[in-house]
């Protein structure tokens, strides 16, 4: 896909000239360079991750299932936008650090064993998966050289205009 500046050309025009072959080449250097001037930090889509993974606390301290899922479905999505972002990082000592490769074994392991807690609605189980993938993100904070990023059971939901209870009726 080719990226247009608008030159006054119109979309017609635009494809026809890309049709042809006829692209300005700076131009779309141009457009990509802005681009990836653009693209927000990891720490933006990290907030992500901790506002869905927060809330996914209080979803399944409340056992409302349903919403536990939903979470931990919006939690996964973050980090995924966060590694599409940056792929990889660099560790303290230079080394490149594979934030797809730490991830897919989250993903892959205490991941799913979370989603089977929320699963068999399991309040437990759930807490120590939760628990557990706690420790497993503070990993790859450490590996990326970011070791003062602790993650922590939440102690407040980040927001107060969601009802955790799953027995809630409305309107309220």
Same mark, same amino acid.
């Given at each position: 896909?080719?990226?247009?500046?608008?030159?006054?050309?119109?979309?017609?025009?635009?494809?026809?000239?890309?049709?042809?072959?006829?692209?300005?080449?700076?131009?779309?250097?141009?457009?990509?360079?802005?681009?990836?001037?653009?693209? $927000?930090?990891?720490?933006?889509?990290?907030?992500?991750?901790?506002?869905?993974?927060?809330?996914?606390?209080?979803?399944?301290?409340?056992?409302?299932?349903?919403?536990?899922?939903?979470?931990?479905?919006?939690?996964?999505?973050?980090?995924?936008?966060?590694?599409?972002?940056?792929?990889?990082?660099?560790?303290?000592?230079?080394?490149?650090?594979?934030?797809?490769?730490?991830?897919?074994?989250?993903?892959?392991?205490?991941?799913? #064993?979370?989603?089977?807690?929320?699963?068999?609605?399991?309040?437990?189980?759930?807490?120590?998966?939760?628990?557990?993938?706690?420790?497993?993100?503070?990993?790859?904070? #450490?590996?990326?050289?970011?070791?003062?990023?602790? $993650?922590?059971?939440?102690?407040?939901? $980040?927001?107060?205009?969601?009802?955790?209870?799953?027995?809630?009726?409305?309107?309220?």
């Amino acid at each position: 896909m080719l990226l247009w500046r608008d030159h006054g050309l119109h979309a017609h025009e635009a494809q026809s000239s890309a049709k042809a072959g006829a692209f300005d080449l700076e131009a779309m250097q141009n457009d990509i360079a802005h681009l990836k001037d653009v693209v $927000p930090s990891q720490s933006h889509s990290m907030a992500g991750v901790a506002f869905q993974f927060s809330n996914l606390w209080f979803a399944g301290k409340a056992r409302n299932w349903p919403l536990a899922t939903f979470f931990l479905n919006e939690a996964r999505q973050h980090i995924r936008w966060t590694i599409r972002i940056r792929p990889v990082r660099k560790s303290p000592a230079g080394d490149p650090v594979d934030l797809q490769g730490i991830y897919d074994a989250i993903d892959g392991g205490t991941m799913v #064993k979370l989603q089977q807690a929320i699963d068999s609605k399991d309040g437990a189980k759930f807490e120590a998966q939760y628990k557990e993938t706690l420790a497993e993100c503070y990993s790859c904070h #450490k590996a990326s050289g970011k070791p003062y990023l602790r $993650p922590t059971i939440p102690t407040s939901p $980040p927001q107060s205009i969601i009802n955790f209870d799953p027995h809630a009726s409305w309107p309220q």
